[in-house]
């Protein structure tokens, strides 16, 4: 007898599933530092030229030593430079970052716990090595009172406030990585899609081959004429 062609068999697939809050959470958090480290960066480019030509003057005319003005107006110039190349890597990783965790890719998730762990850690060892580098790398005190001066009073508390803000951002993005939501959007395995009655489809399996079954007639062949003058 003949069969019907079977149909292919059902192939484990992944339903796609929305992610749990604590995911979109993160994933947030990260787009907004991302935003506000090449925000901080372009900020701090244009404010340089100011500073320094705020600074050279406030030097000069205090008669503090050529090569502490130089120094210093290095520093100036490098320091924000710096901080807008960073801040640009920065974002783009970032960006890489909330993008992965939302699909739910697992690799990720552990760099974004990298990238959080050496971002806190980074961040203090720049906080300290700046505040060292103030106290120790000129003769005359008065050229720290003239880099403070030259940066607009606002500047110096947004650059602190905006630390500590990226410093509790690490940290609650790991937090809610680690939540338990998190834990099953990221652990998701494939299923089958789901049948008429709601549940999951089994595999198809052809019927079973009667080994005599060739011997059989078909179904579908037409029936032989019958010759003229016999009896049916």
Do not use: K
């Not at 406030?58 to 960073?86: H, K």
């Not at 059989?216 to 062949?221: F, K, Y």
């Amino acid at each position: 007898m003949s069969y019907p062609a079977p149909p292919l068999a059902h192939q484990p697939v992944s339903i796609p599933r929305r992610p749990p809050g604590a995911v979109v959470g993160a994933a947030a958090v990260l787009f907004l530092m991302a935003f506000g480290s090449v925000a901080y960066g372009a900020t701090g480019l244009a404010l340089m030229p100011g500073i320094v030509d705020r600074f050279q003057a406030a030097t000069t005319a205090a008669g503090i030593a050529t090569d502490d003005i130089d120094s210093a107006t290095q520093l100036l110039r490098g320091v924000p430079i710096a901080a807008a190349f960073v801040g640009v890597v920065a974002a783009v990783l970032l960006v890489v970052l909330a993008i992965g965790t939302l699909r739910g890719n697992g690799a990720v998730r552990i760099a974004a716990w990298v990238v959080c762990g050496v971002g806190l850690v980074g961040g203090g060892l720049a906080a300290v090595f700046g505040f060292a580098q103030r106290l120790g790398s000129w003769s005359d005190d008065a050229v720290v009172g003239a880099l403070t001066a030259a940066h607009p009073g606002w500047w110096l508390w947004t650059s602190a406030v905006l630390s500590v803000l990226q410093a509790l951002g690490y940290v609650v993005v790991a937090l809610l990585l680690a939540s338990p939501a998190a834990n099953a959007y990221f652990r998701r395995t494939p299923s089958l899609p789901p049948g008429p009655t709601g549940g999951a489809v089994p595999p198809y399996s052809p019927p079973p081959l009667d080994p005599a079954d060739w011997q059989r007639p078909s179904t579908t062949t037409a029936a032989a004429p019958v010759a003229p003058g016999r009896a049916e």
